[in-house]
């Protein structure tokens, strides 16, 4: 059992709750919040984000990219802990049940939440998986703000009643860049390792320290853009409360990352982590207050 629960990596499953919770708030605001969408719409995400960490376990393993050298946490394949056939029927037991939650929403609202469905298994499984993964490409940081950003935290709103106003569309832009700066801390971590079995990450394109500037530029972006929105009235004022989540982004400038020891990156990943996930209870908070 601690095997699988390592498989599904649960450190990651924030980058799929935040854009649900902001999304039941910013339904909330407006009237439209109901338990039974804001359930099956966090059990969907939180499946699809399981169903895509059992996929990547799995390929990864196949294309040599986890080998005996990694850092960071292991991973199940590589080491021999699962067997591939049983994690990818893991995988698609975990889409199936985020497909059941699709249904049940495409009934309320509509076929909408099928188009979202497809589009986000799709992804997952285009990440690492066929012929020409993308994540293999330095496209992963785009699809993560695509799909963890505007599909997650728009689509998710629409299964209330249909709608997504204007202001959860740019809602979507921060967090979506976000939880981009995860996987960016990511594949900072694994620079050297991705280069070596050519896993072509945008830190692998632009180098060691462009990423790294790229990556703390990200968030700040994100910041800033939280604070203008707010003040000119295109979010609601309370949502200027997830900019406090950048006092976590101060201990992170200061790590001592060293290019010739990747294990002074893992902090990087674990703190981006928390900010994004205090950054989403923040907007929230602030949408509901």
Not at 177 to 197: E, T
């Given at each position: 059992?601690?095997?699988?629960?390592?498989?599904?990596?649960?450190?990651?499953?924030?980058?799929?709750?935040?854009?649900?919770?902001?999304?039941?708030?910013?339904?909330?605001?407006?009237?439209?919040?109901?338990?039974?969408p804001f359930w099956l719409t966090l059990l969907g995400a939180v499946?699809?984000?399981?169903?895509?960490?059992?996929?990547?376990?799995?390929?990864?393993?196949?294309?040599?990219?986890?080998?005996?050298?990694?850092?960071?946490?292991?991973?199940?394949?590589?080491?021999g802990r699962l067997a591939a056939p049983s994690v990818w029927r893991?995988?698609?037991?975990?889409?199936?049940?985020?497909?059941?939650?699709?249904?049940?929403?495409?009934?309320?609202?509509?076929?909408?939440?099928?188009?979202?469905?497809?589009?986000?298994?799709?992804?997952?499984?285009?990440?690492?998986?066929?012929?020409?993964?993308?994540?293999?490409?330095?496209l992963g940081e785009a699809f993560v703000f695509v799909f963890f950003?505007?599909?997650?935290?728009?689509?998710?709103?629409?299964?209330?009643?249909?709608?997504?106003?204007?202001?959860?569309?740019?809602?979507?832009?921060?967090?979506?860049?976000?939880?981009?700066?995860?996987?960016?801390?990511?594949?900072?971590?694994?620079?050297?390792?991705?280069?070596?079995?050519?896993?072509?990450?945008?830190?692998?394109?632009?180098?060691?320290?462009?990423?790294?500037?790229?990556?703390?530029?990200?968030?700040?972006?994100?910041?800033?853009?939280?604070?203008?929105?707010?003040?000119?009235?295109?979010?609601?004022?309370?949502?200027?409360?997830?900019?406090?989540?950048?006092?976590?982004?101060?201990?992170?400038?200061?790590?001592?990352?060293?290019?010739?020891?990747?294990?002074?990156?893992?902090?990087?990943?674990?703190?981006?982590?928390?900010?994004?996930?205090?950054?989403?209870?923040?907007?929230?908070?602030?949408?509901?207050?």
């Open positions: 059992m601690r095997d699988w629960i390592a498989a599904a990596r649960p450190r990651t499953l924030t980058a799929a709750i935040v854009p649900v919770v902001v999304a039941g708030a910013a339904a909330r605001r407006s009237g439209a919040f109901e338990w039974t499946s699809i984000q399981i169903a895509a960490n059992f996929a990547n376990d799995a390929s990864d393993a196949q294309r040599g990219a986890d080998p005996s050298d990694r850092i960071g946490p292991p991973r199940m394949v590589a080491t893991a995988c698609w037991g975990a889409i199936t049940l985020a497909a059941f939650c699709g249904l049940l929403l495409t009934v309320r609202v509509g076929p909408v939440m099928i188009l979202i469905g497809v589009a986000s298994v799709l992804a997952m499984l285009g990440y690492v998986g066929g012929p020409k993964p993308y994540g293999y490409r330095g950003g505007l599909v997650g935290t728009v689509g998710s709103r629409l299964a209330y009643d249909g709608r997504s106003p204007a202001f959860v569309w740019w809602l979507g832009v921060p967090i979506g860049l976000l939880a981009a700066a995860i996987l960016m801390a990511n594949n900072l971590r694994d620079l050297p390792l991705d280069r070596r079995v050519g896993k072509r990450t945008l830190a692998v394109l632009l180098g060691d320290r462009a990423a790294i500037n790229l990556f703390f530029g990200t968030i700040w972006a994100a910041l800033a853009l939280t604070l203008v929105l707010a003040v000119v009235g295109i979010e609601p004022i309370g949502v200027a409360a997830g900019i406090a989540s950048g006092a976590l982004v101060f201990p992170l400038m200061r790590l001592p990352l060293r290019p010739d020891d990747r294990r002074t990156y893992v902090p990087l990943l674990a703190g981006t982590a928390r900010i994004h996930a205090l950054y989403g209870a923040l907007v929230a908070a602030g949408l509901l207050l």
